[in-house]
């Protein structure tokens, strides 16, 4: 029943079908979908690194989109009845789940956990129950494309870099911006630096010294442009 439920959660597309999902979910400018145009980022050079070609997204959307502007759901584990050595013929009582949302500008974790729940439980048979434990949840925070000051940093990193800045949605877990938001109306520019290559919080993480000084100046610019 499990992984009937969990399997129900996506249609043939890729699409999640949890009743009000996407309630919120903006489209993207035709400005920025032009911006990612460009870069000729296909399935087989990203995901040919890891021996990968087809994308597990919504099939309707580019590689792009699903990356860095489509909300996701996403089974992290699942586990139940005799894992031991050899054969063993007892059905399981219990088998549990570990499931994570990655949200976008628009969505509240909230209504999201109410409605996945009331998605299990519709799904649920005659004595058969589940029980729920909720983790962290924070809402994503989503700028206005046209904010001057976002345009402003994007003209000051294309001056250090020399080429333009692309606009580009970046999944992250830093909650304390959208309490900015909330709590002081205060929109927050994160700009990093880094490399495809850089294996950000793997064991074996580096930071090219190129990133490290054009990234100081970077600033430098950035903070000249907003003042």
Not at 5 to 17: C, F, K, M, T, W
Not at 103 to 128: M, W, Y
């Amino acid at each position: 029943m499990l992984t009937r439920i969990l399997g129900a959660i996506h249609d043939d597309n890729g699409r999640i079908v949890i009743p009000g999902f996407y309630d919120g979910v903006k489209e993207l400018p035709d400005d920025i979908k032009r911006q990612w145009a460009v870069l000729d980022f296909t399935p087989q050079g990203f995901l040919g690194q890891v021996g990968l070609s087809v994308p597990a997204g919504e099939t309707d959307r580019t590689l792009m989109e699903q990356l860095s502007s489509r909300p996701t759901c996403d089974v992290n584990g699942i586990w139940g009845g005799y894992a031991g050595q050899g054969s063993k013929t007892v059905i399981p009582a219990q088998a549990a789940a570990k499931i994570s949302f990655r949200l976008v500008g628009g969505q509240e974790p909230e209504n999201i956990r109410a409605a996945f729940r009331g998605f299990v439980r519709a799904r649920l048979p005659a004595d058969c129950s589940a029980a729920f434990t909720s983790h962290a949840g924070a809402p994503a925070v989503a700028l206005d494309w046209s904010m001057p000051q976002l345009a402003a940093a994007r003209a000051a990193l294309g001056e250090e870099w020399g080429r333009p800045a692309l606009l580009i949605g970046s999944g992250a877990s830093i909650p304390v911006v959208a309490d900015f938001k909330r709590l002081l109306g205060m929109d927050t520019l994160l700009i990093g630096f880094g490399l495809d290559d850089d294996r950000i919080h793997s064991p074996n993480e580096k930071y090219d010294l190129t990133s490290f000084h054009k990234g100081t100046r970077s600033w430098a610019r950035v903070l000249a442009a907003l003042a």
